[in-house]
């Protein structure tokens, strides 16, 4: 696919709200998805990954915004955009009473597949999830939780959809099949896009191209992982694992750089060495200037050295935590109030 | 109408192997063989002016009560329950023809159990040919009679039951509330059974309203024209509305649960 295709946004959300009774769940969030992206929503619960994903796949519908899926209003012609998108519910509700193959036949003919095609279509979605034919023929309601997740995403493979929308796809899944999800994802890159929500950061970090973090129905931030990085992670964070004493390293290395901090140094058991961790805020340019030098310098004597770059779990934390310590249980704004109320016995004075 | 007909194969399908229809289908078959057996045992005794088939038909419509439950209530409260629901509507699927396909399913098995029952006098004929005859069991036009007003009246039956099952999530309330729906309709049609009324000069509201109504309050003395094999248009098309009111009012409920 060449890069003018995959610009082309194959969702388009505008200004998208929804509300449940009193918590409004979805505060006008806007986003684009390229074309064969693979984006990873992150958020709390209660954020509105759900609700978003669930107005995206046409089950429900939202009170206000615009949303196209592959450049068709899901407003006008939702039963369209159903036919372009594969969608796995949370917990993946299945009939229990049914054959794998009874069930995967029966969606196929929803979605409007029939004959060679459609028989086609269910051997290659079996092959992707790595269902066998002795697994096809059992019924649902005996399948373990991984098989049946597995079923789910065979279900929304079937149609050829452009979009695939898995909501927390790998819950339950055990490392084994958690990989062969990501693997299935990796297989079709680019020719799919995929929406993947999830709370095992791990996982979104090493499969999605970008991000987008959700908190109380709002997008606080979005971007690839390397944008995160930078938006929400001002320091870098390096080690250094040396046998010279610690007023030499951090004497050098505040030549270089006058700003570096030296944060903690712990001893590397056995080696008689130590592994310091200093952060700078000059970025990782800076640390890699200080290394050259180290290196450099004779009198020291360098082992390892390593940029710790921050993970997903430190961004979401940091993206999250304003939003919630600014927002009630009803995902309202908290009032702040006036001091003089918070003590009644001076109030009343 | 996209997928209705997929709909309707995998309900059907659905009734089919589940323990459940067979159970109640089962008990209701052999309460209904029982008493249509006293029946005709009785037959001579009794001042029954309708053909003795006729007595099959008021069964099955009476024991409908019993058995529409076991066959609608599944329908949307499990769906529902289980979030299956949920997957359904993201395929391209229209709520009507979903509608649709629950109710036919669901209307075709009623109609099946009532062939079944049908066989009773059937296999009477078979084994007693000149008793069958006396009983007037040769006569097709009641056979044919008594089929469209149970298939009518059917049609309704489980468009209610459709309707129940699209309100909760729980399959027993919806069991309950189809039951209950029902036994109100058979009251009323009990109550007003071999009450005349003229429907030539509808000029009043009450007139209006019994026309409207007509097989509801009426349907019982009606019948007895269907037992003899005079065919009621007018019941029929009001079966026929009511269960589109019926149909269409689960499909507003399942269009709600977007909201």
């Given at each position: 696919m060449n890069a003018e295709a995959k610009r082309l946004p194959i969702v388009d959300v505008i200004n998208l709200?929804?509300?449940?009774g009193l918590v409004q769940a979805l505060k006008g969030i806007s986003f684009s998805i390229g074309n064969g992206e693979i984006v990873g929503f992150l958020g709390p619960n209660g954020a509105g990954k759900s609700t978003t994903l669930r107005i995206l796949s046409g089950i429900i519908a939202a009170d206000s915004g615009e949303a196209k899926v592959c450049g068709v209003d899901l407003a006008e012609e939702e039963g369209e955009v159903r036919k372009h998108i594969g969608f796995l519910a949370e917990n993946n509700p299945l009939p229990e009473d049914l054959r794998v193959i009874e069930y995967l036949n029966f969606r196929a003919n929803l979605k409007g597949l029939a004959g060679s095609r459609k028989r086609e279509r269910i051997r290659l979605a079996l092959d992707a999830c790595d269902l066998e034919r002795r697994i096809s023929e059992r019924k649902i309601g005996n399948l373990s939780k991984g098989f049946r997740q597995r079923v789910g995403i065979a279900d929304a493979l079937l149609a050829e959809p452009r979009l695939v929308i898995l909501d927390e796809p790998t819950i339950g899944?055990?490392?084994?099949?958690?990989?062969?999800?990501?693997?299935?994802?990796?297989?079709?890159?680019?020719?799919?896009?995929?929406?993947?929500?999830s709370h095992i950061l791990?996982?979104?970090?090493?499969?999605?191209?970008?991000?987008?973090?959700?908190?109380?129905?709002?997008?606080?931030?979005?971007g690839t992982m390397h944008d995160l990085q930078k938006m929400f992670i001002n320091k870098t964070v390096f080690e250094i694992v040396s046998s010279n004493r610690r007023i030499d390293l951090h004497r050098a290395v505040r030549q270089i750089d006058?700003?570096?901090?030296?944060?903690y140094d712990d001893p590397v058991e056995i080696s008689k060495k130590s592994r310091y961790t200093f952060s700078t805020t000059e970025g990782e340019g800076k640390a890699e200037e200080i290394l050259r030098a180290l290196v450099q310098n004779e009198l020291l004597s360098i082992s390892e050295f390593q940029i710790s770059r921050p993970d997903l779990e430190t961004i979401f934390l940091r993206a999250t935590k304003k939003n919630?310590?600014?927002?009630?249980?009803?995902?309202?704004?908290?009032?702040?109030?006036?001091?003089?109320?918070?003590?009644p016995s001076i109030h009343l004075k | 109408m996209s997928g209705y007909w997929h709909i309707f194969r995998h309900e059907?399908?659905?009734?089919?192997?589940?323990?459940?229809?067979?159970?109640?289908?089962?008990?209701?078959?052999?309460?209904?063989?029982?008493?249509?057996?006293?029946?005709?045992?009785?037959?001579?005794?009794?001042?029954?002016?309708?053909?003795?088939?006729?007595?099959?038909?008021?069964?099955?419509?009476?024991?409908?009560?019993?058995?529409?439950?076991?066959?609608?209530?599944?329908?949307?409260?499990e769906e529902r329950r289980l979030g299956t629901l949920e997957t359904l509507m993201s395929a391209p699927v229209d709520p009507f023809a979903l509608v649709l396909g629950k109710w036919s399913a669901s209307l075709i098995f009623f109609i099946l159990i009532c062939m079944l029952a049908f066989c009773f006098p059937l296999l009477l004929w078979l084994g007693f040919p000149d008793q069958a005859i006396s009983l007037g069991f040769n006569q097709v036009e009641h056979w044919v009679g008594g089929f469209i007003f149970l298939s009518a009246f059917g049609a309704s039956f489980t468009a209610v039951g459709i309707f129940s099952s699209s309100l909760t999530k729980n399959q027993m309330v919806a069991g309950m509330?189809?039951?209950?729906?029902?036994?109100?309709?058979?009251?009323?049609?009990?109550?007003?059974?071999?009450?005349?009324?003229?429907?030539?000069?509808?000029?009043?509201?009450?007139?209006?309203?019994?026309?409207?109504?007509?097989?509801?309050?009426?349907?019982?003395?009606?019948?007895?024209?269907?037992?003899?094999?005079?065919?009621?248009?007018?019941t029929v098309l009001h079966q026929i509305v009511l269960s589109l009111l019926f149909l269409t009012l689960a499909t507003l409920k399942i269009e709600r649960l977007k909201h």
């Amino acid at each position: 696919m060449n890069a003018e295709a995959k610009r082309l946004p194959i969702v388009d959300v505008i200004n998208l709200r929804k509300r449940y009774g009193l918590v409004q769940a979805l505060k006008g969030i806007s986003f684009s998805i390229g074309n064969g992206e693979i984006v990873g929503f992150l958020g709390p619960n209660g954020a509105g990954k759900s609700t978003t994903l669930r107005i995206l796949s046409g089950i429900i519908a939202a009170d206000s915004g615009e949303a196209k899926v592959c450049g068709v209003d899901l407003a006008e012609e939702e039963g369209e955009v159903r036919k372009h998108i594969g969608f796995l519910a949370e917990n993946n509700p299945l009939p229990e009473d049914l054959r794998v193959i009874e069930y995967l036949n029966f969606r196929a003919n929803l979605k409007g597949l029939a004959g060679s095609r459609k028989r086609e279509r269910i051997r290659l979605a079996l092959d992707a999830c790595d269902l066998e034919r002795r697994i096809s023929e059992r019924k649902i309601g005996n399948l373990s939780k991984g098989f049946r997740q597995r079923v789910g995403i065979a279900d929304a493979l079937l149609a050829e959809p452009r979009l695939v929308i898995l909501d927390e796809p790998t819950i339950g899944l055990d490392p084994r099949q958690s990989a062969i999800t990501r693997k299935m994802m990796e297989r079709l890159r680019g020719d799919v896009s995929f929406i993947l929500s999830s709370h095992i950061l791990s996982e979104v970090e090493a499969c999605c191209d970008r991000m987008i973090i959700l908190s109380h129905g709002q997008i606080v931030a979005e971007g690839t992982m390397h944008d995160l990085q930078k938006m929400f992670i001002n320091k870098t964070v390096f080690e250094i694992v040396s046998s010279n004493r610690r007023i030499d390293l951090h004497r050098a290395v505040r030549q270089i750089d006058q700003n570096c901090e030296l944060l903690y140094d712990d001893p590397v058991e056995i080696s008689k060495k130590s592994r310091y961790t200093f952060s700078t805020t000059e970025g990782e340019g800076k640390a890699e200037e200080i290394l050259r030098a180290l290196v450099q310098n004779e009198l020291l004597s360098i082992s390892e050295f390593q940029i710790s770059r921050p993970d997903l779990e430190t961004i979401f934390l940091r993206a999250t935590k304003k939003n919630w310590e600014n927002q009630d249980y009803l995902g309202r704004r908290k009032i702040s109030r006036p001091k003089l109320l918070d003590s009644p016995s001076i109030h009343l004075k | 109408m996209s997928g209705y007909w997929h709909i309707f194969r995998h309900e059907l399908f659905g009734l089919f192997i589940s323990p459940a229809t067979y159970v109640a289908s089962f008990y209701f078959l052999a309460l209904l063989g029982i008493g249509f057996n006293f029946f005709i045992e009785g037959f001579a005794r009794t001042d029954w002016i309708l053909p003795p088939l006729s007595s099959l038909i008021v069964g099955l419509t009476f024991g409908a009560p019993a058995l529409v439950p076991f066959l609608t209530m599944r329908s949307f409260a499990e769906e529902r329950r289980l979030g299956t629901l949920e997957t359904l509507m993201s395929a391209p699927v229209d709520p009507f023809a979903l509608v649709l396909g629950k109710w036919s399913a669901s209307l075709i098995f009623f109609i099946l159990i009532c062939m079944l029952a049908f066989c009773f006098p059937l296999l009477l004929w078979l084994g007693f040919p000149d008793q069958a005859i006396s009983l007037g069991f040769n006569q097709v036009e009641h056979w044919v009679g008594g089929f469209i007003f149970l298939s009518a009246f059917g049609a309704s039956f489980t468009a209610v039951g459709i309707f129940s099952s699209s309100l909760t999530k729980n399959q027993m309330v919806a069991g309950m509330l189809t039951f209950t729906l029902l036994t109100l309709y058979l009251a009323v049609m009990a109550f007003n059974f071999g009450e005349y009324r003229d429907f030539g000069s509808p000029e009043g509201l009450d007139e209006f309203i019994d026309i409207c109504l007509g097989s509801l309050n009426q349907g019982l003395s009606k019948a007895q024209h269907f037992a003899v094999g005079i065919i009621d248009v007018s019941t029929v098309l009001h079966q026929i509305v009511l269960s589109l009111l019926f149909l269409t009012l689960a499909t507003l409920k399942i269009e709600r649960l977007k909201h």
